[in-house]
């Protein structure tokens, strides 16, 4: 039997296969090159989901460690910097 309007009970949705294609990018591009596409895609679905939530928690700390620190920069360059109160006198003699 066919289906006009997309596939039968086996198979995936679009919407699914875009996330499992994302999701196995997302593990290959952010593995950097400790895996491969074939040994992501192979992988059992609970070892993919547990492998990209790492990868996915990791750079979410990292962003959250820059952000503090790009704030920390800016408080700091904003902080007033205290100076001597000294007044040059530009009025010296000079020998002639």
Known sequence: MI????????????????????QIH????????????????????W???FTFNKIKDFYDKKSEAEEKAMK????MQQAKIHRPDIKPDYTAKTSK
């Open 3 to 22: 289906f006009p309007l997309g596939s039968g009970f086996f198979g995936l949705n679009s919407e699914h296969r875009n996330s499992v294609f994302s």
């Open 26 to 45: 997302e593990i290959v591009f952010h593995g950097q090159g400790g895996y491969t596409y074939n040994d992501v895609y192979d992988m059992p679905i």
């Open 47 to 49: 070892l993919r989901r």
């Open 72 to 75: 920390k920069a800016k408080g």
